[in-house]
Nanobody
Framework: QVQLVESGGGSVQPGGSLKLTCEVS??????MTWFRQRPGKEREGVAS????????YYDCSVKGRFTFSQGSAKNIAYLQINGAEPEATAVYYC???????????????????WGQGTQVTVSS
């Protein structure tokens, strides 16, 4: 049974840091990707990692402030958020693909396996 579990969400003040964790069970993922859905907006890809090569991809809106890294096991990945801004407030979702994605990494349509989401709130 495939399962994705996110953890580490919560509230943080502007400028603060937060670390999200995603763990995939049921298969060894080829790609793991973090998406977020801000209030009133569509789900958007923020960062992705190729678990084989370790190569990472970022949306330009988070480059320099978000860092996506792998754990010692390829089915665990972390999203470090530094210098948090109020615009980062969103529900963050982890998605995984066993063989793909066979298209743009930041497109939600490329993934069939999703976590339940974890809320991140940046507010003073």
């Amino acid at each position: 049974q495939v399962q994705l579990v996110e953890s580490g969400g919560g509230s943080v003040q502007p400028g603060g840091s937060l670390k999200l964790t995603c763990e995939v069970s049921g298969y060894s993922p080829n790609f793991m990707t973090w998406f977020r859905q801000r209030p009133g907006k569509e789900r958007e890809g923020v960062a992705s990692i190729n678990t084989g090569s370790g190569m990472t991809y970022y949306d330009c809106s988070v480059k320099g402030r978000f860092t996506f890294s792998q754990g010692s096991a390829k089915n665990i990945a972390y999203l470090q958020i530094n210098g948090a801004e109020p615009e980062a407030t969103a529900v963050y979702y982890c998605a995984a693909s066993q063989y793909g994605p066979f298209g743009a990494w930041h497109s939600p349509d490329m993934y069939t396996d999703w976590g339940q989401g974890t809320q991140v709130t940046v507010s003073s």
